[in-house]
Nanobody
Framework: QVQLVESGGGSVQAGGSLRLSCAAS???????MAWFRQAPGKEREAVAR????????YYADSVKGRFTISQDNAKTTIFLQMNSLKPEDTAMYYC??????????????????WGQGTQVTVSS
């Protein structure tokens, strides 16, 4: 069983920055980890993904150049650095993980574990 605990959400004005953290425990290696977000009335969408083993990353077009996903040296915590935040970035942000090979965890259907979410609110 993998536990994912997010932190770092909050309220910020447009143009500001926030850094989200996701601490993973309960399994020695994670095949794939990602950040998703869901705004009220909208579907959950992947914003960034990292394969901890290779460091390969993916970004949604809406956040490219503004968000950066990274991991710590122990590969047990991932981060999402969010710069130049916009009101449309307002959402609940979720950490996600897949521990076995066989799919890209930027696809929500292939995510095995979810965090509880952390709220990000960007005001204009």
């Amino acid at each position: 069983q993998v536990q994912l605990v997010e932190s770092g959400g909050g309220s910020v004005q447009a143009g500001g920055s926030l850094r989200l953290s996701c601490a993973a425990s309960g399994y020695p290696a994670k095949y794939c980890m990602a950040w998703f977000r869901q705004a009220p009335g909208k579907e959950r969408e992947a914003v960034a993904r990292i394969y901890p083993g290779s460091g390969n990353t993916y970004y949604a077009d809406s956040v490219k150049g503004r968000f950066t996903i990274s991991q710590d040296n122990a590969k047990t915590t991932i981060f999402l650095q969010m710069n130049s935040l916009k009101p449309e970035d307002t959402a609940m942000y979720y950490c996600a993980a897949r521990v076995t090979a066989g799919g890209d965890c930027r696809l929500s259907s292939l995510v095995k574990y979810w965090g509880q979410g952390t709220q990000v609110t960007v005001s204009s």
